[in-house]
């Protein structure tokens, strides 16, 4: 866990029950993120490009922007710097990474565009007009 200006308790832990539990619920996410990339990569290699990378990547790119979010969070007002003496190179590295992790929704397909593929190449699902 980053280093954190809200606070820890008596045996080191966030402070805060509900954030420490949003951590623990994204550490799990991401590394069962990990895994199962890890498991689609070693199958593509095998047999090609699947439709699967379309739910990686919006899986991954939801789980990036937590992750931003988690870590402005626990930095508190010191993680929303953007210039000045103030700011360690890592604070200000974090919110611009934050800002910069809301485009990462539009390049690579937007999200819609990948629910679309999603729904016709995976679930079979077809447009009706």
């Given at each position: 866990?980053?280093?954190?200006?809200?606070g820890?308790?008596?045996?080191?832990?966030?402070?805060?029950?509900?954030?420490?539990?949003?951590?623990?619920?994204?550490?799990?996410?991401?590394?069962?993120?990990?895994?199962?990339?890890?498991?689609?990569?070693?199958?593509?290699?095998?047999?090609?490009?699947?439709?699967?990378?379309?739910?990686?990547?919006?899986?991954?790119?939801?789980?990036?922007?937590?992750?931003?979010?988690?870590?402005?969070?626990?930095?508190?007002m010191?993680?929303?710097?953007?210039?000045?003496?103030?700011?360690?190179?890592a604070?200000?590295?974090?919110?611009?990474?934050?800002?910069?992790?809301?485009?990462?929704?539009?390049?690579?397909?937007?999200?819609?565009?990948?629910?679309?593929?999603?729904?016709?190449?995976?679930?079979?699902?077809?447009?009706?007009?």
């Amino acid at each position: 866990v980053a280093k954190t200006s809200l606070g820890v308790d008596a045996n080191g832990r966030i402070a805060d029950p509900e954030l420490r539990l949003r951590v623990i619920r994204f550490e799990m996410e991401w590394r069962t993120f990990m895994l199962t990339a890890a498991r689609v990569t070693q199958e593509a290699k095998a047999g090609g490009v699947s439709e699967v990378s379309s739910i990686l990547k919006t899986v991954g790119t939801r789980l990036v922007q937590e992750r931003a979010e988690l870590m402005i969070e626990l930095g508190g007002m010191q993680a929303l710097g953007w210039e000045g003496d103030g700011f360690s190179a890592a604070e200000l590295a974090g919110v611009r990474s934050w800002l910069g992790g809301k485009a990462s929704t539009i390049y690579g397909g937007s999200t819609e565009i990948q629910y679309n593929v999603v729904a016709k190449r995976i679930l079979g699902m077809l447009d009706h007009q």
